[in-house]
């Protein structure tokens, strides 16, 4: 069983920045890849970010050199630190585990909210 925990999320000016972090709990392994997603209202949930444990990262064109990606192995905590926000950012996010062959695991989500 795993948990995913998220916070960080909020209410912020365009231009301003919000760190989301998300704690995992449980069975995780040595290995897999921890993300960021979100879903804006009436839009499918897309990819913002992922790192692998190795430490390489991925990431959606529309937030690349505004969003970074990191982890703490130590403490199963990734974050995602995001700058110069756009209203379009405005989305609920969601803090993703995958540690194959298990099937993905997903936080609760927190929302963030960018006014213009």
């Known amino acids: 069983q795993v948990q995913l925990v998220e916070s960080g999320g909020g209410l912020v000016q365009a231009g301003g920045s919000l760190r989301l972090s998300c704690a995992a709990s449980g069975s995780i392994f040595n290995i897999n890849d921890m993300g960021w997603y979100r879903q804006a209202p009436g839009k499918q949930r897309e990819l913002v970010a992922v790192?692998?444990?190795?430490?390489?990262?991925n990431y959606a064109d529309s937030v690349k050199g505004r969003f970074t990606i990191s982890r703490d192995n130590a403490k199963n905590t990734v974050y995602l630190q995001m700058n110069s926000l756009k209203p379009e950012d405005t989305a609920v996010y969601y803090c993703?585990?995958?540690?194959?062959?298990?099937?993905?695991?997903w936080g609760q989500g927190t929302q963030v909210t960018v006014s213009s």
């Open positions: 790192i692998t444990s190795g430490g390489s990262t």
């Open positions: 993703n585990l995958v540690q194959y062959p298990l099937p993905d695991f």
